[in-house]
Protein backbone atom coordinates (compact mmCIF):
# COMPACT_ATOMS: atom_id res chain seq x y z
CA UNK A 1 0.00 0.00 0.00
CA UNK A 2 2.96 2.42 0.67
CA UNK A 3 4.35 1.51 -2.76
CA UNK A 4 1.11 2.38 -4.25
CA UNK A 5 0.88 5.75 -2.60
CA UNK A 6 4.48 6.90 -3.50
CA UNK A 7 3.80 6.40 -6.95
CA UNK A 8 0.41 7.99 -6.65
CA UNK A 9 2.52 10.69 -5.62
CA UNK A 10 5.09 10.96 -8.04
CA UNK A 11 2.67 10.94 -11.10
CA UNK A 12 0.73 13.82 -9.35
CA UNK A 13 3.90 15.64 -9.09
CA UNK A 14 5.06 14.81 -12.59
CA UNK A 15 1.36 16.19 -13.93
CA UNK A 16 1.88 19.08 -11.70
CA UNK A 17 5.20 19.62 -13.27
CA UNK A 18 4.29 19.11 -17.00
CA UNK A 19 1.08 21.98 -15.97
CA UNK A 20 3.64 24.25 -14.89
CA UNK A 21 5.90 24.17 -17.51
CA UNK A 22 3.09 24.87 -19.90
CA UNK A 23 2.30 27.55 -18.46
CA UNK A 24 5.48 29.31 -17.90
CA UNK A 25 5.89 28.60 -21.57
CA UNK A 26 2.79 30.17 -22.78
CA UNK A 27 3.13 33.08 -20.57
CA UNK A 28 7.08 33.48 -21.60
CA UNK A 29 5.37 33.12 -25.43
CA UNK A 30 3.01 35.57 -24.49
CA UNK A 31 5.58 38.01 -23.35
CA UNK A 32 7.45 37.71 -26.49
CA UNK A 33 4.78 38.40 -28.27
CA UNK A 34 3.61 41.67 -26.52
CA UNK A 35 6.93 43.46 -27.69
CA UNK A 36 6.26 42.62 -31.48
CA UNK A 37 2.75 42.90 -31.49
CA UNK A 38 4.23 46.60 -29.84
CA UNK A 39 6.86 46.67 -32.10
CA UNK A 40 4.22 46.29 -35.34
CA UNK A 41 1.57 48.64 -34.01
CA UNK A 42 4.72 51.20 -33.86
CA UNK A 43 5.60 50.26 -36.95
CA UNK A 44 2.17 51.26 -38.21
CA UNK A 45 2.40 54.83 -36.94
CA UNK A 46 1.97 57.64 -39.48
CA UNK A 47 5.09 59.94 -39.06
CA UNK A 48 5.98 63.13 -40.97
CA UNK A 49 8.14 62.61 -44.20
CA UNK A 50 8.47 58.71 -43.26
CA UNK A 51 11.14 59.09 -40.72
CA UNK A 52 11.85 56.14 -37.71
CA UNK A 53 14.20 58.12 -35.71
CA UNK A 54 13.50 61.34 -32.94
CA UNK A 55 13.71 65.03 -34.36
CA UNK A 56 16.45 64.96 -32.39
CA UNK A 57 18.43 62.42 -34.32
CA UNK A 58 16.84 63.55 -37.71
CA UNK A 59 18.52 67.15 -37.30
CA UNK A 60 22.16 65.33 -36.80
CA UNK A 61 22.08 65.18 -32.90
CA UNK A 62 25.01 66.68 -30.94
CA UNK A 63 24.97 70.37 -30.13
CA UNK A 64 23.66 72.06 -33.35
CA UNK A 65 20.13 69.70 -32.90
CA UNK A 66 20.31 71.11 -29.39
CA UNK A 67 20.01 74.54 -30.37
CA UNK A 68 17.51 74.32 -33.01
CA UNK A 69 15.44 72.21 -29.84
CA UNK A 70 16.51 74.81 -27.51
CA UNK A 71 17.77 72.14 -24.84
CA UNK A 72 19.99 75.26 -23.81
CA UNK A 73 17.38 78.30 -23.64
CA UNK A 74 20.12 80.59 -23.32
CA UNK A 75 22.57 79.37 -26.23
CA UNK A 76 19.73 78.79 -28.80
CA UNK A 77 18.75 82.58 -27.58
CA UNK A 78 21.40 83.67 -27.92
CA UNK A 79 22.09 82.64 -31.47
CA UNK A 80 18.49 83.39 -32.48
CA UNK A 81 19.16 86.99 -30.98
CA UNK A 82 22.85 87.24 -32.79
CA UNK A 83 21.04 86.32 -36.24
CA UNK A 84 18.36 89.09 -35.67
CA UNK A 85 20.76 91.81 -35.04
CA UNK A 86 22.87 91.14 -38.08
CA UNK A 87 19.44 90.84 -39.99
CA UNK A 88 18.65 94.46 -38.72
CA UNK A 89 22.05 95.67 -39.10
CA UNK A 90 22.19 94.18 -42.98
CA UNK A 91 18.79 94.35 -44.08
CA UNK A 92 16.74 97.85 -42.35
CA UNK A 93 19.81 99.81 -41.33
CA UNK A 94 21.49 98.68 -44.81
CA UNK A 95 24.79 97.79 -43.37
CA UNK A 96 27.21 96.19 -45.50
CA UNK A 97 28.87 93.18 -44.72
CA UNK A 98 31.76 93.67 -45.90
CA UNK A 99 32.22 96.80 -44.12
CA UNK A 100 31.06 95.28 -40.95
CA UNK A 101 34.30 93.05 -41.26
CA UNK A 102 36.35 95.41 -41.42
CA UNK A 103 34.84 98.02 -38.90
CA UNK A 104 35.18 94.72 -36.09
CA UNK A 105 38.62 93.74 -37.18
CA UNK A 106 40.00 97.40 -37.01
CA UNK A 107 38.30 97.86 -33.62
CA UNK A 108 39.72 94.19 -32.55
CA UNK A 109 43.02 94.82 -33.45
CA UNK A 110 43.76 98.42 -32.56
CA UNK A 111 42.45 97.37 -29.23
CA UNK A 112 44.99 94.58 -29.10
CA UNK A 113 47.52 96.94 -30.42
CA UNK A 114 47.16 99.44 -27.47
CA UNK A 115 46.92 96.69 -24.91
CA UNK A 116 50.09 95.04 -26.03
CA UNK A 117 51.90 98.53 -25.95
CA UNK A 118 50.32 99.80 -22.54
CA UNK A 119 50.70 97.06 -21.01
CA UNK A 120 55.01 97.52 -19.88
CA UNK A 121 53.50 101.12 -18.52
CA UNK A 122 50.89 100.05 -16.61
CA UNK A 123 52.76 96.89 -15.23
CA UNK A 124 50.52 93.89 -16.54
CA UNK A 125 50.70 91.13 -18.44
CA UNK A 126 49.96 91.56 -22.48
CA UNK A 127 47.07 90.14 -23.78
CA UNK A 128 47.27 86.40 -24.69
CA UNK A 129 46.64 86.10 -28.36
CA UNK A 130 46.27 81.70 -29.22
CA UNK A 131 47.40 80.73 -32.40
CA UNK A 132 44.79 79.67 -34.50
CA UNK A 133 45.07 77.08 -37.37
CA UNK A 134 42.59 75.34 -39.35
CA UNK A 135 43.41 71.38 -38.86
CA UNK A 136 44.06 69.86 -42.18
CA UNK A 137 41.13 66.93 -40.86
CA UNK A 138 38.50 69.03 -40.18
CA UNK A 139 38.89 70.83 -43.84
CA UNK A 140 39.00 67.58 -45.51
CA UNK A 141 36.12 66.37 -43.57
CA UNK A 142 34.10 69.48 -44.46
CA UNK A 143 35.12 69.49 -48.41
CA UNK A 144 34.14 65.31 -48.18
CA UNK A 145 30.75 65.94 -46.37
CA UNK A 146 29.75 68.94 -48.91
CA UNK A 147 30.79 66.59 -52.20
CA UNK A 148 28.39 63.75 -50.97
CA UNK A 149 25.58 66.61 -50.79
CA UNK A 150 26.63 68.04 -54.27
CA UNK A 151 26.72 64.44 -55.78
CA UNK A 152 23.54 63.99 -54.21
CA UNK A 153 22.21 66.66 -55.37
CA UNK A 154 23.38 66.44 -59.10
CA UNK A 155 22.06 62.99 -59.17
CA UNK A 156 19.17 64.16 -58.44
CA UNK A 157 18.48 66.49 -61.09
CA UNK A 158 19.62 63.91 -63.59
CA UNK A 159 17.10 61.41 -62.89
CA UNK A 160 14.45 64.13 -62.52
CA UNK A 161 15.96 65.54 -66.20
CA UNK A 162 15.84 61.90 -67.73
CA UNK A 163 12.31 61.53 -67.19
CA UNK A 164 12.10 58.75 -64.56
CA UNK A 165 9.98 60.08 -61.81
CA UNK A 166 7.76 62.07 -62.29
CA UNK A 167 6.37 62.74 -58.84
CA UNK A 168 9.78 64.12 -58.08
CA UNK A 169 9.97 66.08 -60.94
CA UNK A 170 6.55 67.73 -60.40
CA UNK A 171 7.25 68.42 -56.71
CA UNK A 172 10.85 69.84 -57.87
CA UNK A 173 9.53 71.85 -60.25
CA UNK A 174 6.06 73.42 -57.44
CA UNK A 175 9.49 73.94 -55.27
CA UNK A 176 11.22 76.41 -57.47
CA UNK A 177 8.22 77.97 -58.80
CA UNK A 178 7.30 78.82 -55.06
CA UNK A 179 11.13 79.59 -54.04
CA UNK A 180 10.83 82.00 -57.25
CA UNK A 181 7.85 83.48 -56.48
CA UNK A 182 9.52 84.30 -52.27
CA UNK A 183 11.97 85.52 -54.18
CA UNK A 184 10.51 87.94 -55.82
CA UNK A 185 9.18 88.84 -52.29
CA UNK A 186 12.68 89.47 -50.42
CA UNK A 187 16.39 89.54 -51.32
CA UNK A 188 18.35 86.34 -50.23
CA UNK A 189 19.33 87.09 -46.61
CA UNK A 190 15.76 87.93 -45.63
CA UNK A 191 15.08 84.60 -46.94
CA UNK A 192 17.85 83.14 -45.22
CA UNK A 193 16.30 84.69 -42.27
CA UNK A 194 13.29 83.45 -42.48
CA UNK A 195 14.57 79.91 -42.99
CA UNK A 196 17.16 80.45 -39.86
CA UNK A 197 13.91 81.43 -37.90
CA UNK A 198 11.99 78.43 -39.25
CA UNK A 199 14.70 75.98 -38.25
CA UNK A 200 14.82 77.33 -34.94
CA UNK A 201 10.96 77.41 -34.51
CA UNK A 202 9.31 74.65 -36.48
CA UNK A 203 11.46 71.68 -35.04
CA UNK A 204 10.70 72.62 -31.41
CA UNK A 205 6.80 72.43 -31.84
CA UNK A 206 6.76 69.71 -33.80
CA UNK A 207 8.91 67.56 -31.11
CA UNK A 208 6.01 69.25 -28.54
CA UNK A 209 2.94 68.15 -30.62
CA UNK A 210 4.20 65.81 -32.52
CA UNK A 211 1.69 63.30 -33.00
CA UNK A 212 -1.27 65.70 -33.60
CA UNK A 213 0.91 66.76 -36.47
CA UNK A 214 1.74 63.68 -37.81
CA UNK A 215 -2.17 62.79 -37.66
CA UNK A 216 -3.11 66.10 -39.74
CA UNK A 217 -0.27 64.89 -42.24
CA UNK A 218 -1.28 61.59 -42.72
CA UNK A 219 -4.84 63.23 -43.61
CA UNK A 220 -3.66 65.93 -45.75
CA UNK A 221 -1.24 63.22 -47.58
CA UNK A 222 -4.25 60.55 -47.72
CA UNK A 223 -5.97 63.17 -49.65
CA UNK A 224 -2.70 64.98 -51.89
CA UNK A 225 -2.63 60.86 -53.41
CA UNK A 226 -6.39 60.78 -54.01
CA UNK A 227 -6.17 64.18 -56.46
CA UNK A 228 -2.52 63.26 -57.74
CA UNK A 229 -4.74 59.41 -58.91
CA UNK A 230 -7.48 62.00 -60.38
CA UNK A 231 -4.88 64.28 -61.89
CA UNK A 232 -2.95 60.68 -63.36
CA UNK A 233 -6.32 59.46 -64.74
CA UNK A 234 -7.77 62.24 -66.46
CA UNK A 235 -3.92 63.49 -67.78
CA UNK A 236 -1.25 61.92 -67.13
CA UNK A 237 -2.24 59.00 -68.58
CA UNK A 238 -3.84 60.33 -71.42
CA UNK A 239 -0.20 61.45 -72.50
CA UNK A 240 0.99 59.86 -75.86
CA UNK A 241 3.78 57.79 -75.31
CA UNK A 242 6.93 57.85 -77.63
CA UNK A 243 7.45 55.14 -80.23
CA UNK A 244 10.69 54.38 -78.68
CA UNK A 245 9.72 51.61 -76.67
CA UNK A 246 7.25 50.15 -78.72
CA UNK A 247 10.45 49.56 -81.52
CA UNK A 248 12.24 48.30 -78.26
CA UNK A 249 9.36 45.98 -77.54
CA UNK A 250 8.86 44.26 -81.57
Same mark, same amino acid.
Given at each position: ??????????????????????????????????? =??????????????????????????????? &????????????????????????????????????????? =??????????? =??????????????????????? *??????????????????????????????????????? *????????????????????? &??????????? *??????????????????????????????????????
Amino acid at each position: MAEHTGEKESLIEKITEKIHGRDSSSSSDSDDEKP =SKVDSVQSKIFRLFGRERPVHKVLGGGKPAD &VFLWRNKKISGGVLGGATLLWILFELLEYHFITLICHVLIL =SLALLFLWSNA =STFINKSPPHIPEVQLPEKCVLE *VASALRIEFNQALAVLRDIASGRDLKKFLGVIAGLWVLS *VVGNWCNFLTLFYIGFVLLHT &VPVFYEKYEDH *VDKFAEKATIEIKKQYAVFDAKVLSKIPKGPLKEKKKD
